[in-house]
């Protein structure tokens, strides 16, 4: 590909572009991360042949193809980084003591609902899949299993319904695992066909916390990795808007090095030995009952710590 000529990005045009896209995503660029727009959007400019930024910013701000720019850039703006079985500590957390408690939970009705919200091209939506598929084994057929990954990259959710992928994101995956739910295709490997109907995708921006509730309720929601790109006021808004879509016993993950200390939400933080997630304070069912957790005694948003669990 040609060298892209750079287009100088100046302080107040950049200054104009994070808060379109602060507005529109809740993705915030620090001063620091203004190289990055720089880098990454410098040949949309070009292929749109606009001069300048301030083009640009007004091309986002009005006329017939705001939306489709704005996807346009969320494709080339978005830091996607993920891979299979990512933070196994925390996926340890889920496997031997959520999934578990759930299924017991659950197991009149015999459903449960997981939605990974910001899953990149799918590998973490997957990874519970497979973590589910093993749990159950000959019960899954018993079970409606929904798994929904979103994100607000149209470009990585074509990547994850394809299935397809290199050895880049399987290098948290163990050999059984590969063997068990992939299968090779010279460079790629392709995820197992049963794991691929377990787990839907859609479009979803976490900034639009009412078309979230098209979702209904969920029995667990990770949201991991992706809050490190919001400000305080964005998480909060996130956070809480995840608490209206999770039942008194449900669950949510946050990123291993995320934390909701500090932060006005209804969650506790529950830890285990392998790592930590977080379950909403009011106790209604199960879960935090018990665990013995009482509202409002234990809470991450006044910043104490967090329930102690083996
Ligand atoms: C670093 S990846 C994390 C993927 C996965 N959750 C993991 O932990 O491996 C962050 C993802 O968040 C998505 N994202 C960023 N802002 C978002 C928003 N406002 N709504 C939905 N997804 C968003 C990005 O497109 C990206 O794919």
């Known amino acids: 590909m ?17 808060k379109i896209i602060y507005d529109r995503s809740g993705i915030h660029f620090p001063d620091s991360k203004k190289y990055v727009l720089e880098s990454r959007l410098g040949r949309r400019l070009e292929e749109l042949e606009l001069g300048d930024y301030d083009q640009y910013v007004q091309f986002l701000s009005m006329g ?67 973590i589910v598929h093993r749990a159950l084994g000959l019960r899954l057929m018993d079970w409606k299993i929904e ?3 979103t994100d607000i990259s149209e470009r990585v959710l074509t990547e994850a319904q394809g299935g397809r992928y290199t050895d880049y994101s399987m290098r948290s995956t163990n050999p ?18 049963v794991i691929k109907s377990m787990v839907n995708f859609d479009l979803h921006n976490l900034k639009d916390r009412i078309s979230a509730k098209r979702y209904g309720v969920w ?33 949510l ?10 932060m006005n939400t209804p969650f506790i933080q ?6 930590f997630c977080y379950q909403k304070g009011a106790v209604e069912a199960g879960g935090a009952k018990a665990y013995g957790a009482q509202p409002g005694t234990l809470g991450s948003g ?9």
């Open 176 to 193: 059984l695992t590969k063997s068990r739910y992939f299968k090779q295709d010279g460079p790629y490997w392709n995820i197992d066909p």
């Open 302 to 310: 006044t910043g104490r710590p967090g329930l102690k669990l083996s």
């Open 219 to 251: 029995d667990v929601i990770f949201c991991r990795n992706v809050m490190i790109y919001f400000d305080d006021a964005m998480k909060e808004q996130v956070v809480n808007s995840f608490a209206g879509q999770l039942p008194g016993d449900g669950w």
């Open 253 to 262: 993950f946050i990123g291993h090095s995320e934390t909701l200390r500090g």
């Open 2 to 18: 040609p060298e892209s000529k750079t287009i100088t990005l100046s302080q107040s045009q950049f200054e104009k572009l994070r």
């Open 64 to 130: 017939p193809y705001m939306d489709d720019e704005f996807q346009e850039m969320f494709n080339k703006i978005t830091i996607n980084e993920t891979s299979f079985f990512r933070n196994e500590p925390q996926l340890d957390v889920f496997e031997r003591h959520t999934l578990p408690a759930l299924l017991e939970a659950r197991g009149g009705v015999k459903r449960l609902r997981i939605w990974s919200a910001a899953c990149s091209s799918g590998e973490e939506p997957y990874t519970l899949a497979m």
């Open 147 to 149: 798994i929904l990954g």
């Open 270 to 275: 529950v830890d285990h030995a392998q790592g």
